[in-house]
């Protein structure tokens, strides 16, 4: 999908603004919104498999252009919390973070929530939950319905992340199981790892392991509770 500057979205399915009262995520384009999401408070990277990232162009070269844009399985997008709409002059509201699918399948009718971002100016708000809330309808929403009709989402977790694991839960996600040593981290990078040590003669002996939490939520639980469980928590009192 190009969008109205041309850049190259590259996602296997139609990509388009999902929105409520209090969220807006539209397609990330690099040149909307790179620099922007640089001029918010940054996100911990403790947890995730890369980053921190120091400057706008470094998370543009590895994350955007070198994960995200060159896989039709990925896509990222802006979350604008609108309820700061009046503060800032802006429709749309603050620029609060990005969150966004990889792995998608559209032979498989499958993804996963990843590359979830968002500044501590919103965390423990309402914008984590609509915005899963949000990108699970797009997801599991049947396509008369304006959905991608998929029959799985899956969430992956450090197992350190507590918050991650809680907020998964919340929306209807269940406990799959662990990857052990799933992850290589970067060099050089000392938070996030699984605490284990690395074997002798190991060929990455400065870069820890990862773990990693397998969360799970198919079509048939969507339609039995967790879609009524989803826009419950969606619609309580913005924070």
Known sequence: MNSGDSYDINFCFPVRDLENERLKLTPFI?????????TIP????????????VTSNQFNTTLIEGRIQ?????????????????????????????????????????????????????????VATNAVGLLLHYALDLPSEGGLGLR?????????????????????FVKEGNLRWDWVLPDG???GGNGRDRRMGDPRPDALGRDTVVLGLCWDEWEDFARVRVDEAMARPAA
């Open 152 to 172: 799985r989402m899956t969430w992956k977790a450090n197992p350190l992340n507590a918050a991650s694991i809680k907020v998964a839960e919340r929306m209807g």
């Open 42 to 53: 940054s996100p911990s990277y403790d947890y995730l498999p890369w980053g921190p990232f």
């Open 189 to 191: 990078k000392d938070s």
């Open 70 to 126: 060159p896989s039709q399985g990925c896509v990222l997008f802006a979350i604008y919390d609108k309820t700061k709409a009046s503060e800032t002059g802006n429709p749309d509201g603050s620029l609060a973070g990005v969150i966004g699918l990889s792995d998608t399948s559209i032979a498989h009718l499958r993804a996963e929530v990843a590359f979830v971002m968002i500044s501590p100016l919103f965390q423990r708000t309402h």
């Open 30 to 38: 690099p040149s909307k919104h790179l620099d922007a999401f640089f």
